[in-house]
């Protein structure tokens, strides 16, 4: 079974895929990581973000391994994977890797931006994670304050909304919900209810399957 999961920026998308892999014992793919560690690889080269030739061949070194996501989850390293995103060369890079994540013998769960859409357009359930900007700042904000990034909440409100205007006005694989993919709107949803209403949806699902 492969579940996508695609949504916005701390609308709680990540959160739900660990959950739901660890409920269906499934290996588990956050691929804003990949993106993120292009995204560093960049900045401590001294590389132009922009630079499309430059940054795919950092992508194409890009494994599968244990990120560092201490390092990766800082605002600065998040805007620079939103730039090198935009790059049709880096997504290329990219895309076998998570194909075959997500096509690998017994399933698996990945979360992104374009995995309904793009990276497994097959998958059996994909939902659409989001929440109001808002709420998604007042999260974010603390996470970041949390690692210990002197920010504030209007700041993170005004870096999310760029974030949001970069990632779905791109042309390579904008950010958009599958057309066959179920919304869960978690911007007055506790984790716990995120999980369960999931399961509902991946329960009714291989419920169909069956019949
Ligand atoms: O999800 P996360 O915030 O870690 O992703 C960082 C950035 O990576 C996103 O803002 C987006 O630009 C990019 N990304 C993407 N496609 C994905 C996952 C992430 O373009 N599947």
Not at 56 to 68: N, P, S, V
Not at 82 to 93: E, K, M, P, Y
Not at 138 to 163: H, P, Y
């Amino acid at each position: 079974m492969i579940i996508a999961i695609d949504g916005t920026t701390s609308s709680g998308k990540g959160t739900l895929a660990k959950r739901l892999a660890a409920q269906y014992g499934l290996p588990h793919l956050d691929t804003g990581l990949l993106y993120r560690a292009v995204g560093k690889a960049a900045l401590d080269a001294g590389v132009d973000l922009m630079d499309e030739a430059s940054c795919a061949a950092l992508a194409m070194q890009i494994g599968l391994k244990d990120f560092d996501e201490r390092e990766l989850r800082t605002a600065g390293v998040g805007a620079a994977a939103s730039i090198v995103a935009v790059l049709g060369g880096v997504r290329r890079a990219l895309f076998e890797l998570q194909r075959a994540f997500a096509h690998r013998q017994g399933g698996a769960v990945l979360d992104g931006r374009d995995i309904g859409t793009v990276i497994a357009p097959d998958a059996d359930v994909k939902l659409w994670v989001d929440a109001s900007v808002e709420e998604r700042a007042r999260r974010r904000f603390l996470e970041l304050s949390g690692m210990g990034e002197v920010v504030t909440q209007s700041e993170v409100l005004a870096m999310l909304k760029e974030r949001d205007a970069r990632d779905s006005q791109r042309k390579d694989a904008p950010m958009k919900p599958a057309d066959d993919a179920i919304w869960i709107d978690t911007t007055r949803m506790t984790p716990d209810e995120c999980l369960a209403r999931a399961i509902e949806i991946v329960e009714a699902k291989r419920g169909k399957k069956k019949t």
